[in-house]
């Protein structure tokens, strides 16, 4: 039987209870002195709540709770073993993991031993618990040069201009009943990706009963390849801030409760850069499949706004009102001015009980063969395949 000791392992110059700018209390989880940067202790409870200030790599031995906000901070590495489940206190938006620019997770599962990050409750629900968080230096595009943009949860900086920059890895990482609501707008996801460069590798993770957006990009570079969300209560994949990395092979399916498949927006509406954005978004995303829940539901599968641009190839819609919904002006957002430069444009796409194709509010004068073409052999992506055994449904 394990021993379950709590580890409160806090300790900080003595124990420090103010605040940091990150809103988290300054204190350092303290590895004990058993050499090699594990945590030791074998066979404990440990409870993780703070800064992490020293490399640490969690003992498959032992059980971890995050128990408050948890900041792997700059120059830090933290990683986890495959097959490791993280519980998460089921106490809403204060406890997350963030990895701070700077820092790393290596956090790489197996598709028979993913890494899972799911909530501590009898009967969890979407919204227990914040949410992962990565937070990087490469570019956004509301600051310019060195300067950082602050994240709406945690208050951690983000940004500036390293492309390559590197967070570390995940691979074959789950994230269940995420998105604690903080206050007014600010609510956590299930992956958010601040400023991340395409130094990271980003691969096979899933977000599952999230209550708000399932994988989030607040600008940045990087590359994610299978993407899985199932049942995300807000939109599955947010784009905003000048994302321009790459998505290859996503899925998404609705739940009951829904928005869209993917909104996605060229800059953030919300910090006021509509006049002069330094760039538009514009990922690339190939293979992507949306499974709603029937044309009739009058839900929409994308959404693309305040100017972004994105180029698609091999998407397959199912079920849905609208499929593609595009939001824009002449002026600040010129969504629709990216359909004519070539800069917004879907290659090959197949519908399935979908009952507008394309509905432009852009502005913008442009026919719906100008923005897709419709390819009977599209497919998609091969969901049945990748998200074989490590995926929940």
């Not at 967070?167 to 009943?177: I, N």
Request: glycine share 16%; charged share 15%.
């Amino acid at each position: 039987m394990k021993n379950k000791i709590l580890l409160a392992i806090v300790i900080a110059a003595t124990l420090f209870t103010s605040c940091g700018e990150d809103g988290t209390s300054d204190i350092v989880i303290n590895l004990p002195e058993n050499g090699g940067g594990n945590s030791g202790n074998q066979g404990q409870f440990v409870s993780l709540s703070g800064s992490i200030t020293s490399d640490l790599t969690l003992d498959s031995t032992n059980e971890y709770k995050l128990t408050g906000p948890t900041v792997i901070e700059d120059g830090v590495t933290l990683t986890i073993p495959a097959g490791m489940v993280i519980e998460a206190a089921a106490t809403g938006a204060d406890v997350y993991l963030a990895v701070a620019q700077g820092g790393k997770i290596i956090a790489e599962g197996t598709s028979s031993q993913p890494i899972i990050f799911t909530s501590d409750a009898n009967t969890p629900n979407a919204g227990d618990w914040g949410g992962l968080i990565l937070l990087g230096k490469a570019p956004v595009n509301s600051i310019t040069g060195n300067a950082t943009a602050t994240s709406e949860i945690g208050n951690l900086s983000y940004g500036g201009s390293v492309a390559d920059d590197n967070s570390g890895t995940l691979r074959y990482v789950r994230v269940e009943y995420s998105g604690g609501k903080a206050s007014g707008q600010s609510e956590n996801n299930g992956f958010s990706f601040y400023g991340v460069g395409n130094g990271t590798v980003v691969e096979y993770i899933q977000m599952f009963e999230g209550s708000d957006d399932g994988v989030e990009f607040f600008g940045g570079t990087v590359n994610v390849s299978y993407l899985s969300v199932v049942n995300s209560q807000d939109d599955s994949i947010d784009w905003t801030e000048g994302y321009t990395g790459t998505i290859t092979d996503a899925y998404v399916k609705h739940g009951v409760s829904h928005d869209k498949g993917i909104e996605a927006d060229g800059y953030n509406t919300d910090v006021g850069n509509n006049s002069n954005p330094l760039y538009f978004s514009k990922p690339t995303v190939t293979n992507l499949t949306i499974v709603g829940l029937g044309s009739g539901t009058g839900n929409e599968a994308i959404r693309l706004r305040a100017g972004t641009q994105g180029i698609f190839t091999n998407v397959k819609l199912d079920g849905f009102a609208e499929g593609f919904d595009l939001d824009g002006d002449q002026g600040d957002n010129p969504t629709g001015a990216g359909v004519l430069s070539g800069d917004l444009n879907v290659n090959s796409v197949i519908f399935s009980d979908v009952t507008v194709n394309m509905k432009n509010d852009t502005g913008e004068t442009f026919t719906e063969a100008d923005f897709l073409t419709v390819d009977a052999g599209a497919t998609g992506t091969d969901y049945a395949t990748w998200g074989a055994g490590w995926t929940r449904s």
